[in-house]
């Protein structure tokens, strides 16, 4: 528990396979940005069995809808949405290659069996910390859906960006772990 | 009678919904960095710590704290002694909320309609606005900022009498506890207990708007929201739902008569990210 790690983005599985449930994690490298109705078109574009905008395999979706940029700003206030909004698209992403997701909130069952069936990763990280998290935001480019605003997808390079192993490939989960060990019955 | 022009309550709208965004009162930063230095958890002190880390960066870098700059709730209590120029009461306010989520760099997170096209509004418009008539030539207006990841973990529940003081509080942790990390935990808890169906959801939010640092006046309800407070946070939540001892930072409780026939209670979660200020015009 609480080992922190430095990890790449896009994912390997040996990286996978060495994060643990409650590890605290810096990650580099380039994901992507989707939330609600950006799910809702990648869903659609499967299921009509059209390509999707990026290649997701090995890839991590970070749940986020940032603030406007000021000028100067690489992307303006960028903190985690809560996840259980995407869990019913997510099983499907990640059976098609999807790693890693970055979000907040506890996921369903269906979520937790399609991370271990694919040897994926839930990472949690501080809602309401959108400028600490932004400032690990180094390069953006909206790369699909910009009629979205704020949901469109955006292609991110981030450096440290700081974040919590919260579901592991072996499923173990700290939203039912990390409260079992805290609270006074 | 008092002559207000439609334009100040405009100008203080803007100003407010700019502020809200950026400066987290020191009520709620007090609450946390005293929580911070109990927590037992690990992984929860180091969020709390990230939380208090990213109240400084918003004001040093002119940034709002939360990208969920939420929707506008809008708190008016109305001087019956003063008549509105040049312009109507609610344009006026909407008008502030357009200008401060533009002109203040905010997300624009309304919709037009909630279930066909979705269409963003693209001004933040509009706001929910409560107003009330009181006695006096001013006019007090609070602007608060609600997220979505707490407000989707509120509930009523139209409770019988019979359940009594045990059922509320029943009700109440179990709602808490069914939210886990979703509200984005440490969280403020709004109750509302009694009136009617709308009435009482009204009480839970305007609860939310006692400052953290202040008791409740009725010495019953200060016993139940000191208990409710315990309770809630050994519950194990913890902050961001991770597991620790820093579940709720507060319960705040507004209750008023209700029908022979009704308990009715509402719970309204508040995020840490807890933005509302006041002018007085």
Redesign the interface.
């Known amino acids: 528990m609480t080992e922190e790690r430095i990890l790449q983005a896009p994912l390997k599985n040996k990286d996978i396979e060495k994060l643990t449930c409650g590890d605290k994690v810096m990650l580099n490298g380039t994901i992507y940005t989707a939330r609600d109705a950006a799910h809702k078109r990648l869903i659609q574009l499967l299921e009509d069995g059209k390509p999707l905008p990026f290649d997701i395999k090995d890839q991590i979706i970070y749940y986020v809808g940032p603030t406007p940029e000021k000028p100067g700003e690489v992307i303006g206030s960028a903190g985690p949405t809560t996840s259980n909004r995407m869990d019913p698209y997510t099983p499907r992403l990640l059976d098609a290659g999807l790693k890693g997701m970055i979000g907040k909130g506890q996921r369903s069952k269906e979520v937790i069996e399609a991370i271990v069936r694919n040897k994926s990763v839930y990472f949690a990280a501080t809602g309401g910390a959108s400028v600490l998290l932004a400032k690990s935001i180094k390069k953006l480019k909206i790369i699909a859906y910009e009629d979205l605003g704020t949901e469109a997808i955006r292609e991110i390079y981030v450096e440290n960006f700081p974040c919590i192993v919260a579901i592991d490939f072996k499923g173990r989960d700290l939203y039912e772990n990390g409260p079992e060990n805290y609270q006074i019955l | 009678m008092r002559e207000v022009n439609a334009s100040e309550i405009t100008d203080i709208v803007q100003r407010l919904s700019i502020e809200n965004n950026i400066y987290l009162d020191k009520d709620v930063t007090d609450k946390i960095t005293e929580s911070a230095k109990k927590e037992?958890?690990?992984?929860?002190k180091?969020?709390l710590e990230?939380?208090l880390?990213?109240a400084k960066?918003?004001i040093e870098?002119n940034?709002?704290?939360?990208?969920?700059?939420g929707i506008a709730v809008i708190f008016v209590e109305l001087g019956q002694d003063v008549h509105i120029s040049k312009g109507i009461f609610h344009e006026a306010i909407n008008e502030g909320v357009r200008r401060g989520y533009t002109q203040g760099?905010?997300?624009?997170?309304v919709v037009e309609d909630p279930v066909f096209d979705?269409k963003?509004t693209?001004d933040n418009t509009p706001a929910i606005i409560h107003t009330e008539v009181i006695p006096g030539d001013k006019i007090k207006i609070t602007v608060t900022s609600k997220g979505?990841?707490s407000e989707?973990m509120s509930e009523i529940k139209m409770l019988k009498p019979a359940d009594g003081i045990d059922g509320v509080k029943d009700f109440i942790v179990d709602r808490v506890k069914r939210s886990?990390?979703?509200p984005?935990p440490p969280i403020i808890v709004g109750v509302g207990i009694g009136g009617n169906f709308e009435q009482c959801a009204y009480l839970s939010k305007k609860a939310l708007l006692r400052p953290l640092n202040t008791r409740n006046p009725d010495r019953r309800w200060d016993t139940v929201e000191k208990e409710l407070l315990t309770r809630i946070n050994?519950?194990?939540?913890?902050?961001?739902?991770?597991?620790?001892?820093t579940t709720a930072l507060a319960v705040q409780i507004l209750a008023m008569p209700c029908h022979i026939a009704s308990l009715p209670v509402a719970v309204n979660l508040q995020?840490?990210?807890h933005r509302h200020k006041t002018a007085i015009i």
């Open positions: 037992d958890s690990p992984i929860g180091q969020i990230q939380i880390t990213n960066l918003a870098e940034r709002p704290m939360c990208q969920d700059t760099y905010l997300r624009k997170s979705r963003n693209k979505a990841g989707n886990g990390g979703m984005c050994q519950l194990g939540i913890g902050p961001m739902g991770l597991g620790g001892r995020c840490h990210a």
